[in-house]
């Protein structure tokens, strides 16, 4: 940094730099406007359109002259005051006052000449040079002058109203919202949105949680609304009521007996042909007849829809007998969450195999229908069918029907949850070994 | 005013539930109205003011509530008056065991009249806020409810970014902006260079936008 201000350094050097040393009078006159027209080459080097360089460079030539003039007129080298602004280097802050108002003067003149675009275009540059503080105070200055108005609501009002307000929303906008910022997301995570969404439908965490744990309602609906997904939707009283479906339950017991033993033959296979599959497509195995019109996923998002759709989904599974807690037994997922409930349920072997069955649909009846693989994979599972003809009478009606569909939900699940909870300890570690036992035959 | 008309209007026409007694509440900014007992009966706040003060002339100070906000909401009483109690049990849904107290709340069932009345407020100036809050200030469950669910549905079914720009919600994706890794230490870096370099300047305001 220069410090020798009497003694006029090489002019080269205080033109780079940013804030030069007072240099004398003398060297003002020749300095001052060679260090304007580098200003504004800098600032018009900057991609503008053609007529603001032109205006630029009109003003840049008038406010040269405006400099010679009073540098001209007024230059006491005397003040110890030295305002550095960068290309008004005088010392006399009245002549630096006065020259700051022609300047600026000159430059509203222009400025009202512009048009809206080449106004834009300067605003750009200004804001471009300024700095962060001058940028904050321009800024307070808009929003005194434009409050920002469409505030975030949330924001502006108490907790207790933002959550009545999202009380309104959907699962599926709510899930939105959750992405908007992260007060919205703590917003419409909030146990108090969610829980009434799923004691609707009597879904309870299998847990008590801890006071600290925040969103668990929200774990608890998603995951029950997975679980829906891959649950496939059986309506056994249409089925029962065709005739193709009649008749084969009659000739169930004989065609039972020829199919175990095709199926040990192939278990003995190491691998099915596909012309296999097809035969046994013909002959429609006795434990899981396919159906001719794939209906039995519901393959739409249920968050899309409102809880009506759900609601009498949920309900057509009742009716039926088929909780839905446990669609998907050997699910990976859910088999921590799920286990309470299945140890509850799952007492002998033949539950287990049924849930084995069960799993094979729901995962071919995602993809395709077609019933041949699931023969394929009962037939590996074939140790058990022994249990499978040993159906109890009851549920012969039903053709389709696995053996031991579980228990409807009851209505005390929908409000006692806890002492579920502790019933169900006792039978979690037997469940686990029994789904060990599942996936081992896979 | 089309409003006011018709708020004459319904205050003839049911001058037996109308007791004589008209009680005043004055806005922050001064204006008085006048209300009947109707309007007084849905609002908890007012209700309950007029009960403990046993206002005579003395108009009731509503100090959070403008005017312009105030007149709106005023009309909206009157029109709604004449409502047969909806339900008086509202929020105490416990009352009736037959009803699924988990049933989601529709946010689409507000009566034409209320839809023309709240079309007058929006989110962009404000005035829609306006009119929650003051609800909620003065305890009118029914316009707290319409304007909570013209709120909801302008929600749903939005996408977040729409939800960003209808409510002016700043945000930074992660890595990015405020949210970037050295945001801070970058400005914070520069300080103590800017100053060396300048030590002798008469500025001693770091730009960090300049380096």
Known sequence: MNTSHHHPPNPNEIVGNRRPARPSSAQLRSTTPTRNRQQHNNTTSNGLNTTAKLEQSILKHDLDRTTMSTNSQKLNGKGKNRLYSTWTPLQDEETNARLF?????????WFEKWT???????????????????????????????????????????????????????????????????YWKFLTESDQIWMPKCLRFGWTP???????ESNVWKRVYTFNIQALQTMPVRDYSQRSQSAYYDD???????????????????????????????????????????????????????????????????????????????????????????????????????????GSIRRSQSLSARGSPSVSFRDDHTSRNSNHNNSYLNRPPSTSGFPNRPADMPRPPSSAQKSKYSSKIATNEASNRTWHTMNNDNYIDE | MATTAEASNTTTGNTETATGKMIKIQSNDGQIFEVDQGVVEQSSTIKTLS???????????????????????????????????????????????NKDIYEPKRSDDICEWDLNFI???????????????????????????????????????????????????????????????????????TVPTTQDAN?????????????
């Not at chain 1, 503080?133 to 200055?141: A, D, G, I, P, V």
């Not at chain 1, 009002?157 to 899930?175: A, G, N, Q, T």
């Not at chain 1, 299998?206 to 600290?212: A, G, I, Q």
């Open chain 2, 199 to 211: 030590a002798t300047g008469p500025s001693p305001q770091p730009d960090p936008m300049n380096q």
């Open chain 1, 101 to 109: 108002e022609e300047r600026k003067l000159l430059l509203n003149k």
């Open chain 1, 248 to 354: 084969q339950s009659s000739s169930r017991q004989n065609t039972a007996r020829s199919h175990t033993h095709t199926n040990r033959n192939q278990h003995n296979q190491s691998h099915l042909s596909s012309s296999s599959r097809t035969n046994r497509n013909v002959e429609h195995p006795p434990w899981r007849a396919n159906s001719r019109n794939p209906s039995d996923t519901l393959r739409f998002n249920y968050l899309d829809n409102d809880d009506s759709e759900l609601e009498s989904l949920i309900a057509k599974h009742r009716k039926q007998g088929t909780s839905i807690l446990h669609p998907t037994e050997s699910d990976h997922e859910l088999k921590n969450t799920t286990k309470e409930r299945q140890g509850r349920n799952r007492v002998d072997d033949r539950h287990e195999h049924n």
């Open chain 2, 51 to 97: 009960d403990l003060m046993d206002v005579g002339d003395v108009p009731i100070p509503l100090p959070n509530v403008k005017a312009s906000i105030l007149g709106p909401i005023v009309d909206f009483c009157n029109h709604h008056k004449n409502d047969q109690k909806p339900e008086p049990i509202d929020e105490d849904d416990d009352d009736d065991p």
């Open chain 1, 206 to 212: 299998k847990y008590s949680p801890s006071s600290f």
């Open chain 2, 119 to 189: 079309k007058q407020f929006t989110v962009p100036e404000g005035t829609l806020f306006d009119i929650i809050m003051a609800a909620n200030y003065l305890g009118i469950k029914t316009l707290l409810a319409v304007g909570c669910k013209t709120i909801a549905n302008m929600v749903r079914g939005k996408s977040s970014t729409e939800v960003r720009e209808m409510f002016n919600i700043s945000y930074d994706p992660p890595g990015e902006g405020i949210n970037a890794p050295n945001a801070i230490e970058g400005q914070a870096g």
């Open chain 1, 116 to 182: 809206d675009d080449q106004r834009r275009v300067v605003l750009d540059d200004l804001m471009g040079q300024s700095r962060p503080r001058q940028l904050t105070y321009t800024r307070n200055l808009l929003t005194k002058r434009f409050p920002a108005h469409h505030n975030d609501f949330t924001r502006l009002f108490p907790r207790v109203l933002c959550l009545y307000i999202f009380s309104y929303l959907d699962p599926r906008s709510l899930c939105r919202c959750a992405q908007v910022c992260w």
